[in-house]
């Protein structure tokens, strides 16, 4: 094979008009205001974190090549049975809890997040978490990020005694390398996306029912696709008030060993199969008035603060997802020759390549961006990242296997895992609809305001 110093339609480094050379005969002042030289794009967008966010990333992504990616096919492929942890699954989340990965929402005693860390949101933390684990494997991503999921009504509710009762005791379990996963329960089988609107929810009718017996309540319904919700130590479960709508929507914390619950069966997915959706029915499950988060009827606030909250990871691991993708393209354009030059000589898989790239990192600059700009997770943002970054994410999928044609159809080549993976990003935390919808409702006040004389809205 032989070497080449530089690829059709671009000059070599050694040429007299290569930029990089040239820029260095500028004065200070230029040099000091432009950049043109080899560089690690990853690298790059980790310098410009502040320090404790720089460390946060080069330590998802060791561990994720250190624990996930030897697993990758294996969790991918081997289905378990409903309420069973695969051996491997066992093993990476007992590697996560001691790594601290489970446990970095809330500060000590509470939780492993260093008080430094406060500093930044921790939607925005999550997402840079998120999206490491998930350039490695979505599945695996899931089975440790949907924990954190299930996690955030509790602390959204600021009830520190529920915190020392419930996040506590999972901390403690986690950093000794014990799983006590959480899950979110708000889907049920007649109420997907209603469940995340409220236009929808107000024209449907709950399934899952608390009713007042003694000094608690007993849960009685279904409730579907929740992530996790086989294996989890607690399930924090949204149920209406009897006789009432989802208006009364409350949190209960229930623990899994509770009589009643049904672990039922885990779904046989499209893609991120290393993480179990499961269907779980409340035949008359007792949880006591201490076991509700938030108190009673504040459970459609908490999940839709919830929602907001987490639609930036969701947005984050699309990303990982279209970072892979571009990763996979990239190797192959090396690798793959035709009419005795590497695939990248062409300027047709240049500039195809220059598109994939350019979108994943914008993706990541407004996710970075809207999620870094405050503690408060404005829905309008939260949701605008959500659609846009995993649809875009899906399209860069699709540009690499329109690259590599029949080569990307290989279970090998990895690309196949990436396009059934990155479809379940745009139904996660609402339908991209639902999301679209829900940013022209945070709009609403405003347009309104518009429709009747008022000042124009600036976007």
Known sequence: MNSIDHFDGHLPPQHRLDPARRLQELSQLGRALTRYAPLDLWQLDTARLPPSLARLRRHCRDFATTHMAPQVQRLDTEHTAAGQLHPAARQLLSAAGRAGLMTGMLPAPLGSAAVSDLRYSPA?????????????????????????????????????????????????????????????????????????????????????????QGKGYVLQGRKCFISGGDVARKIAVFAALADEGFDSWTCFIVDGTQPGLERQRTELKMGMRASSAAELNFNDVYVPATAIVGGLRQGWALNRATLNSSRYPVAAMAVGLARRACEIAMDYSLRQRLGGKPLLSYQEVQLLLAQMIAETRSLRALIWQQAGGGMQARQSEAAMCKFLATDRAQAVCEMALDLMAEHGLSQDAGLEKLLRDVRLTRIFEGTNQINRLGLIEDLQVPLLARLHGGAALSV
């Open 124 to 212: 925005f933390r999550f997402a840079i978490q998120v999206e490491e684990l998930a350039c490695v494997c979505s599945g695996q991503m899931l089975l440790l990020s949907a924990h954190q999921l299930g996690l955030a009504p509790v602390c959204l509710s600021g009830d520190l005694a529920a915190m020392w009762r419930h996040v506590r005791p999972m901390t403690q379990d986690f950093l000794q390398g014990i799983p006590h996963l959480f899950a979110y329960a708000i889907t049920e089988p007649g109420a997907g996306s209603d469940a995340e609107d409220g236009h929808g929810a107000a024209h449907n009718t709950p399934r899952v029912i608390a009713r007042r």
